[in-house]
């Protein structure tokens, strides 16, 4: 599975964007997604995560009520709707794929990672 995350740039505090990471050459729906995200100088930590069908999903605690994931399973694409963005949510956003469940915070089982796409918030 070939993933390609797009969407990313450069925000002011407080307004919105949305990343969008299309997949290929697999059997998407099969397919639980998520999103990280890479600060510079930090490890990669979780963002947010959907299962199979988009109706379960999960987010850390630093986004919850601020971002919200979501995928077309027709289009092969997930979703990562950013609003209120901080100036801490810069970071290069990378999304995964794992095989019949849900992306795990730890990345344990992660099958996949596309590119990473930067965004930058300003304050």
């Known amino acids: 599975v070939q993933l390609q995350a797009s969407g990313g740039g450069l925000v002011q505090a407080g307004g919105s964007l949305r990343l969008s990471c299309a997949a290929s050459g697999g059997t998407f729906s099969t397919y639980g997604m998520g999103w990280f995200r890479q600060a510079p100088g930090k490890e990669r930590e979780f963002v947010a995560a959907s299962n199979l069908s988009g109706g379960s999903t999960r987010y850390a605690d630093s986004v919850k009520g601020r971002f919200t994931i979501s995928r077309d399973n027709a289009a092969n694409t997930v979703y990562l709707q950013m609003n209120s963005l901080k100036p801490e949510d810069t970071a290069v956003y990378y999304c995964?794929?794992?095989?019949?469940?849900?992306?795990?915070?730890?990345?344990?089982?992660?099958?996949?990672w596309g590119k990473g796409t930067q965004v930058t918030v300003s304050s």
């Open positions: 995964a794929a794992d095989r019949f469940r849900m992306p795990r915070p730890d990345e344990d089982g992660v099958h996949y």
